[in-house]
């Protein structure tokens, strides 16, 4: 699943691209989950509706209509958007389907603009969707309700990440930052490299973190972050940035998939894996050492 740097890469394309065009029609092809909407709000708040906004809440992708509604986007696993016009890109699990005619079978769902240009949502897996919601509906959603602030909102302060983390207390720092419900977005990879960053040991419990540390964390994770939506993502398999292409960011990565290889802070020690809150993990040994 997409991290939050590679759904902001999504965003900003998209934010580029389709913003002020008008819906002509909608169709669906094949899988009706994958666009579960009462055709009569459809057809009412969609059809017509100009696209006056693409924004990001965690994961998710929020295209927001001229009429106050949204169709609320996740990839999911295997989801592409792909716009085709005078220009065109794709963004998503990396198959054919960026490149090649459209619709094909992995096209879930087709909106056609006045302008004669197309965005295609394409699923292999069909686990993703494109839910149509009233806008002012769109935070009481039950996913909205419960996942947390975004870590690189302006407002979010220390304070904040501290008082967040520390209601896991009893957890691992690790499995605190994977918590969709403590902070919105972060994943495996920027997880890792955050811990790395603060000389933390992701199996280490939060209330063995002291608050100073915490601070230097969250630094952390704003840079590896704000690095990665920089560098378009990481390269991660099954993943591509907004404009068809991979992400580098593992080319910048400090621990993250690095195991054999030497620790760039202390030479001569040998990164390993690991696993923490039941996913692999990446720490130096020397940098990260084993909580007692």
């Known amino acids: 699943m997409p991290e939050l740097p590679e759904v902001e890469t999504v965003r900003r394309g998209l934010e580029r691209l389709v913003v002020g065009r008008r819906v002509k029609a909608i169709m669906v092809h094949d899988s009706p989950k994958s666009f579960p909407n009462n055709w009569d709000d459809v057809e009412q ?9 693409v924004r990001r809440r965690a994961k998710v992708l929020l295209i927001e209509l001229s009429t106050n509604y949204t169709l609320v986007t996740h990839l999911k696993m295997t989801g592409q958007l792909v716009y085709v016009g005078s220009e065109r890109f794709g963004a998503g699990h990396p198959t054919d389907s960026l490149v090649g005619n459209l619709p094909d079978r992995s096209t879930r769902v087709a909106i056609a603009f006045h302008d004669g240009t197309m965005l295609f949502f394409n699923d292999q897996r069909k686990f993703g969707w494109m839910k149509l919601y009233s806008t002012p509906e769109v935070m009481n959603i039950d996913f909205m309700q419960k996942v947390g602030p975004e870590p690189l909102e302006d407002n979010f302060t220390a304070d904040m990440f501290i008082s967040r983390l520390r ?9 605190a930052l994977l918590d969709q419900t403590v902070l919105a977005g972060v994943g495996n990879i920027y997880a890792d490299e955050s811990l790395w960053g603060a000389k933390i040991h992701p199996a280490t419990r939060v209330k063995d973190v002291s608050d100073e540390q915490l601070v230097i964390l969250l630094s952390e994770l704003k840079y590896v972050l704000n690095l990665a939506i920089e560098k378009g993502g990481s390269t991660d398999k099954n993943y591509v940035n907004a404009e068809g292409k991979r992400g580098s960011y593992i080319d910048f990565a400090r621990v993250f998939r690095r195991e054999g290889k030497e620790c760039p802070r202390h030479p001569g020690t040998i990164i390993i894996k690991t696993k923490v809150a039941g996913r692999g993990t990446h720490i130096c040994p020397l940098c990260q050492p084993t909580p007692l």
């Open 45 to 53: 708040f969609a059809y017509g509706a100009t696209i006056v906004a």
């Open 167 to 175: 209601r896991r207390n009893n957890t691992t720092i690790k499995a």
